[in-house]
């Protein structure tokens, strides 16, 4: 019980209201109190002062406590109402008690006030304290209801498979419409069933994903082959996650599956359709190399007309060329990566081209590379190509007259910002 308890009074004796002031701080009730004897300020009161509790005479000169309790119970109604009068027959009493009133104490025992008083006070604070905790029970079983309902909807309109197992691996109480949908089977068909999409084939990779959840594990983005009730196999993407209880113990699997078939298939065709550019590019690129090697063998028929050493070193030179860019097309063939060149590579069996082309010099000059693995594009290595042809074959001519020997030396290598 609080202290500073605010008592409204309805008395017109100033000695009785001295009493019973006087018995309540005999029983040590802290109290403040205001007096009242007419309706107007009984009301004034009530709205403004907001008393704990009432105690009341039954008859006053201008107002009476009958009505004082009628206005109580409509304006303040878990308020307690005690009579405190010497005009009460037991009869009278017991029918205001079941009218409302909370309690009576006569006057001529006013001993008995501090108690009914504390009775009053605590039996009104336990029943505040339980309607509170029906509205508070109230209000969250609706709300509970409401999170019911919301999680209801989401799983009814979600576009996965969302399924509840038993650790067993057996159907537990969910089988959402979008499983239906998925597998074709409805739920009465499935509840408390192991699911029905699993062959003996794919039954054991099941079962040890159901094992390693029951031990804890959370699994996402498994593929699973299902088969549909028409016995359509399907794809789809499998997701799992421990069930728990209030105790935090697991007793289920929540598992949800999305069927991924058109993407599987999609995937497929993209495969099948990248696997057949990739032929039509290796054989482009073949045709490219042989046409080259056509071209370069015209020439070599061309150059058998002249016997001028200047136009023979123009066509030998113009060979070298062309062949330099047929290597790169011959490697792209032969290449796993359609798009790049291994580029050291290529400098390795060009240089051995070039060195062979100059045989006489090839006991003097030595061709040394020191290559890192660098893929370059078609364009950037036939540009590079002939540059590496066109200064290569102008060290073996020019660099090293007579019999003077020495080195080519050819580095490759990534510098800052990818460069070459």
């Known amino acids: 019980m609080g202290s500073n308890i605010r008592i409204l009074i309805l008395e017109d004796v100033p000695l009785d209201l001295e009493l019973m002031e006087a018995e309540l701080k005999r029983d040590n009730i802290d109290f403040i109190s205001r007096c009242v004897e007419e309706e107007v300020e009984y009301r004034k009161e009530i709205e403004e ?19 004082a309790m009628y206005i109580a119970r409509e304006l303040v109604p878990e308020i307690p109402f005690i009579f405190v009068s010497g005009q009460m027959g037991e009869e009278f009493a017991v029918e205001m008690l079941k009218e409302g009133a909370t309690d009576y104490v006569l006057k001529h025992n006013l001993s008995k006030l501090s108690h009914a008083v504390k009775r009053a006070l605590r039996e009104a604070e336990e029943h505040r304290n339980k309607k509170e905790a029906e509205k508070a029970l109230i209000e969250s079983e609706r709300r509970l209801h409401d999170l019911n309902i919301y999680l209801e909807t989401i799983i009814n309109a979600s576009p996965f498979a969302i399924i509840d197992l038993y650790p067993d691996g057996r159907v537990k109480s969910l089988w959402n419409p979008a499983a239906e ?6 739920k009465t068909e499935v509840m408390g069933k192991p699911l029905p999409f699993l062959d003996d084939n794919r039954q054991p990779d099941y079962e040890e ?30 997701a799992t996650a421990p069930l728990l209880n209030v105790d935090n113990n697991i007793q289920g699997v929540m598992a949800t599956f999305a ?4 993407m599987v298939l999609a995937e497929k065709q993209i495969k099948a359709s990248l696997e057949e550019k990739e032929v039509l590019l290796r054989e482009i690129h073949h045709r490219v190399k042989n046409n080259l090697q056509i071209i370069s063998s015209l020439m070599s028929l061309q150059s058998e007309y002249t016997q001028e050493p200047e ?21 792209l063939y032969q290449s796993k990566d359609m798009a790049h060149i291994d580029f050291g590579e290529y400098l390795k069996s060009l240089t051995e081209m070039l060195s062979s082309f100059h045989r006489e010099k090839k006991d003097d000059v030595n061709v040394c590379l020191n290559c890192e693995d660098v893929f370059l594009e078609i364009d950037t290595a036939i540009s590079l190509g002939l540059i590496v042809n066109e200064l290569v074959s102008n060290c073996f001519k020019h660099a090293f007259p007579g019999s003077r020997k020495g080195n080519i030396e050819i580095n490759l290598l990534m510098v800052g910002g990818g460069g070459v």
Not at 181 to 186: A, L, Q, R, T, V
Not at 219 to 238: Q, R, V
Not at 311 to 325: G, V
Request: one cysteine or more.
């Open 259 to 262: 069927d991924i078939s058109g």
């Open 181 to 186: 949908n998925i597998f074709g089977w409805k």
């Open 209 to 238: 994903i159901i094992e390693n959840v029951i031990s804890g594990e959370f699994k996402s983005d498994m593929e699973l082959e299902c088969a549909k009730n028409d016995g359509t196999l399907i794809y789809t993407m499998m």
């Open 49 to 67: 002062f907001k008393p704990d509790i009432i105690l009341a005479d039954h008859s006053l000169p201008h107002f009476d406590g009958i009505s």
């Open 311 to 331: 136009t023979l070193k123009m066509f030998q030179e113009s060979k070298n060329r062309i062949r330099s860019m047929a290597l790169i097309h011959e490697k």
